[in-house]
């Protein structure tokens, strides 16, 4: 990780991306979302360039922990709207992004 960036800010900026991105149903219609998995190459390309130190590092493997960690969260988010009832909205976000 690049050493001038605040590793608090950008903590909670990395929170914030993946919330975002499995909630966004709630203020978009699923049907105008971009397939899931062309959104996360996206973003780790996105995250890359503002993360990745000028000497290079190991992106890759920087990609594929934050996709795993995004699945994760994604997956939990999923349960909590199917466990809370918003089975429809569930299935409607499930459907696009797969």
Same mark, same amino acid.
């Given at each position: 990780?690049?050493?001038?960036?605040?590793?608090?800010?950008?903590?909670?900026?990395?929170?914030?991306?993946?919330?975002?991105?499995?909630?966004?149903? =709630?203020? $978009?219609?699923?049907?105008?979302?971009?397939?899931?998995?062309?959104?996360?190459?996206? +973003?780790?390309?996105?995250?890359?360039?503002?993360?990745?130190? =000028?000497? *290079? *590092?190991?992106? =890759?493997? *920087?990609? $594929?922990?934050?996709?795993?960690?995004?699945?994760?969260?994604?997956?939990? +988010? +999923?349960?909590?709207?199917?466990?809370? *009832? $918003?089975?429809?909205?569930? $299935?409607?976000? =499930?459907?696009?992004?797969?």
């Amino acid at each position: 990780m690049r050493q001038d960036l605040d590793l608090e800010i950008t903590a909670h900026l990395l929170g914030v991306l993946p919330y975002g991105q499995v909630t966004i149903a =709630e203020f $978009q219609s699923p049907d105008r979302f971009s397939p899931f998995p062309v959104v996360m190459e996206a +973003l780790a390309t996105l995250l890359n360039r503002w993360l990745l130190p =000028e000497d *290079g *590092g190991n992106s =890759e493997a *920087g990609k $594929q922990i934050f996709c795993q960690i995004f699945a994760a969260a994604k997956e939990r +988010l +999923l349960e909590m709207r199917r466990s809370s *009832g $918003q089975a429809e909205d569930v $299935q409607k976000g =499930e459907e696009k992004w797969n």
